[in-house]
Structures are given as structure tokens and as C-alpha cells.
């Protein structure tokens, strides 16, 4: 990992319950909620429960029941948020030139509306 996993980040605080969050959806490897400042009008956060600071230790890192269980957890909110017909996008910051804040992994749903093709 580009840095060293810091478990006092808000994420790891919310998957603790040490923190409230709108939970959207939880399993034993994922937990979903609402981001607090929605970028389109379906805006949900899915996050695996390992400590991976990004995506790249976590595709470098995890295991393959791990790696599944995610992409699964993104898939099964994306069609309980009723996104499937009109379509979503999802999308991981890394580090510094992605934008990254939160060092806890998460992956992005956005959706509701047109998202058009901007990349940043
Ligand atoms: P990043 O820029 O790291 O990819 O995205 C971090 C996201 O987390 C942002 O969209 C931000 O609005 C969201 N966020 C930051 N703090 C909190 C929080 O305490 N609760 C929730 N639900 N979302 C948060």
C-alpha cells in the first residue's frame, strides 16, 4: 500500500458503529450507505470490512472470496436502488491524482440522472 492502513478513519469508525451513517445494506463482506454529500440523486458508498486503504492494496491484497464479496455487495445495491434499467456508474478514487479522501476503499454508486462522460 502507498500508505499505512489508519483504523481512526471515518469509515473504519462508521463500519465500527462508533459513528452513525445511513445504511443502505451490510454482509459479512460489505457495508452500504449514503454518502453524506450526494453527487447525483442516488449517491451510495460500498465498502469492503478489510482494512485496505485503497483500491490498490485491496486488488494487490485481498482474497478472492473478498474481492467477490465486494463486487457482489455493488451489484446488489445498484439493483435494489433500482439503478439497472436506467443505468449507474461506479468508480474508485486512488490517491492523490484520483482524489481519494477517505482512506478506506470504497467504491462509488452514482445514479438517477444522466452522468454524462466526464472523468474529472
Ligand atoms: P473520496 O473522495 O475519498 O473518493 O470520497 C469520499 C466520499 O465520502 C465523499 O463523497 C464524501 O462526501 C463522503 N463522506 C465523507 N465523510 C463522510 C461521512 O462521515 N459519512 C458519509 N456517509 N459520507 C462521507
Known amino acids: 500500500p502507498t500508505q499505512p492502513y489508519d483504523d ?7 463500519l465500527r458503529g462508533e459513528l452513525p451513517s445511513n445504511k443502505v445494506y451490510e454482509d459479512d ?5 449514503h454518502d453524506i454529500a ?12 478489510g482494512a485496505y486503504v485503497s483500491w490498490d492494496d485491496f486488488s ?19 439493483r435494489e436502488a433500482g439503478l439497472v434499467e ?11 491524482h484520483g482524489g481519494q479522501e477517505v ?10 440522472r444522466p452522468l454524462g462522460r466526464m472523468i474529472g
Open 8 to 14: 481512526a478513519n471515518i469509515f473504519a469508525r462508521i
Open 29 to 33: 463482506w460489505a457495508f452500504a450507505f
Open 38 to 49: 450526494p453527487q447525483a440523486p442516488v449517491h451510495i458508498l460500498v465498502i469492503p470490512r
Open 60 to 78: 494487490a491484497q485481498a482474497s478472492d472470496p473478498e474481492i467477490a464479496g465486494l463486487a457482489r455487495a455493488i451489484g446488489h445495491v445498484a
Open 86 to 96: 436506467t443505468g449507474y456508474r461506479v468508480l474508485y478514487n486512488v490517491g492523490t
Open 103 to 112: 482512506p478506506h476503499l470504497h467504491a462509488h454508486i452514482f445514479g438517477g
